[in-house]
């Protein structure tokens, strides 16, 4: 049996062998972990799929701005163990994710994915036509879905990461140029 939770802080490691088993060593280099790089997961938004003391799926859900001002989560990864894969538990963690944003007031959800995987949940190009990402990304695989109707209405513009910093993992450009104090100093 497999359980659906909330992510704990001892799953860190574990998740992160997941990714790296499911994505590779090369998913660091995607725009969307540069949108999520050093910074929380929307509070109550990342969740763990656990089978007999392991952690065999993962899905998040980030704030962003899609575009000026407007507020959406950007999902992902979302990712199954090799071994538990074909068997639907990509899809209860999809549900259960979006349950919860919607629960919580969120409006829009983006992801960059598979896009016929995700058409069955609701998410289409159209919605998020109006948007790019800020760096290299694949428009085809680019997806949106409104958990509120009217949420990604006119939705244009670059996304940008907002929510909260990893106060572990901030970086030390968040406080300011410091090198530039030092440089006043030594000149």
Do not use: N
Not at 82 to 95: F, S, Y
Not at 97 to 126: E, K, M, N, Q
Not at 141 to 168: K, M, N, P, Q
């Amino acid at each position: 049996m497999v359980e659906i939770r909330h992510e704990r802080p001892g799953d860190i490691v574990a998740r992160e062998h997941l990714l790296d088993l499911c994505f590779g060593e090369g998913r660091r280099l995607k725009t969307s972990e540069r949108l999520r790089e050093g910074r929380l997961p929307a509070e109550g938004l990342a969740f763990t799929a656990e089978q007999r003391g392991r952690v065999v799926g993962t899905v998040r859900l980030w704030h962003v701005e899609a575009g000026f001002r407007r507020p959406a989560l950007l999902l992902g990864p979302l990712a199954v163990d090799p071994e538990c894969q074909g068997l639907g538990l990509g899809a209860v963690l999809m549900r259960h994710a979006l349950a919860w944003a919607g629960a919580l007031g969120h409006g829009g959800v983006l992801l960059v994915g598979d896009a016929p995987y995700y058409a069955r949940f609701g998410f289409t190009r159209d919605l998020v036509a109006g948007l790019s990402m800020p760096g290299p990304f694949e428009r085809e695989r680019f997806l949106g879905l409104e958990l509120r109707a009217g949420s990604l209405d006119g939705a244009r513009g670059i996304v940008r990461a907002t929510g909260a910093w990893d106060e572990a993992d901030r970086p030390l450009a968040a406080f300011g140029d410091v090198g530039a104090a030092s440089r006043r100093r030594v000149a």
